[in-house]
């Protein structure tokens, strides 16, 4: 079982566990179906424990139950996808079954500037069920709500601040593989790489250039499976996102180039109040690269 952050990798540790033979993204119709995302309610008044059964049992539109796709007999592992970070993921857990982790963080104000438009992308039928949550991104906010929810205090601190520093004492732990997304974008392939010698996956060379080239981001909008679908929702045919809304142009330095001078001093000074203790943390949050052993 692999338990990992953001969609691209999702995709990508997908491809890999196929060795790139799903072409035709046959088993992969959604992120939400063959990776599924543990930590998000498909229905407002249900817990983990009553949707859970419905991974096994529900079947969707096309006549598959969807556990063809996400515990696929073909597969060497299965794939989850989670926002929690240790404590509450048991990293460090002795005995049960072998779980690895695949954890990636990304500079800040570039999750910032993403989420800003995320907040954007759901769909009605989502916001309805959540009460409207969350509101599009207002032009004109300085700083946007985006940016507020990710600061510390926020509703979603945990998404970037607690993430970061939930992973970082894990990073050298055998079961673990902490990246950073401006290190992905740097060496695609040397990324591809390393997560298949982390999942024990051996990759011949030209499965590795089919692997990089279907894990690179002008393929993943072409394909474009990241719609967060819900099917344990007991109101069919919910989606969380519209169409391409979660493929965008992913680059590095986009938080300071479309935030005010006000919002990156205020996120500086919290990444310094957050993460200032220790030099090493803030730079590696910031900018990616080696970090040093625990």
């Known amino acids: ?80 996808k989670s926002h929690y970070a240790p404590p509450v993921l048991p990293v460090r857990k002795k005995g049960g079954k072998k779980i690895k982790y695949l954890a990636m963080t990304r500079n800040g104000i570039d999750v910032a500037a993403s989420m800003n438009l995320f907040y954007s992308s759901f769909t009605q039928e989502f916001r309805n069920m959540w009460g409207g949550w969350p509101g599009d991104a207002v032009k004109g906010a300085d700083p946007p709500q985006a940016v507020k929810d990710l600061l510390p205090g926020g509703p979603i601190e945990s998404f970037h601040f607690g993430y970061a520093k939930g992973w970082w004492p894990y990073r050298n732990d055998p079961n673990v593989l902490l990246l950073h997304y401006t290190d992905a974008r740097k060496d695609l392939k040397g990324h591809v790489a390393k997560i298949a010698k982390f999942l024990e996956v051996d990759l011949n060379e030209k499965e590795l250039e089919t692997v990089t080239k279907r894990c690179s981001l002008e393929h993943m909008k072409k394909v474009d499976k990241f719609n967060y679908q819900m099917p344990l929702n007991k109101e069919k045919g919910v989606f969380a996102v519209n169409d391409g809304a979660m493929t965008r142009k992913g680059g590095v330095g986009i938080g300071e180039a479309i935030f005010s001078d006000k919002v990156v001093a205020l996120w500086r000074k919290a990444e310094e109040d957050e993460f200032g203790h220790d030099p090493a943390v803030l730079k590696w949050t910031r900018e990616g690269g080696e970090y040093p052993p625990v």
């Not at 338990?3 to 566990?17: E, L, S």
């Not at 498909?42 to 063809?68: C, F």
């Open 1 to 80: 079982i692999i338990c990992i952050y953001a969609k691209p990798k999702q995709y990508c540790t997908h491809q890999i566990r196929t060795k790139g033979i799903d072409t035709g993204d046959e088993l992969f119709p959604d992120v939400g179906i063959s990776t599924p995302w543990i930590d998000l309610k498909h229905s407002r008044m249900e817990t983990w424990a009553d949707q859970k059964p419905r991974l096994n049992t529900t079947i969707l539109a096309n006549g598959r139950n969807m556990k063809y796709y996400w515990d696929n007999p073909t597969y060497p592992f299965r794939i989850f």
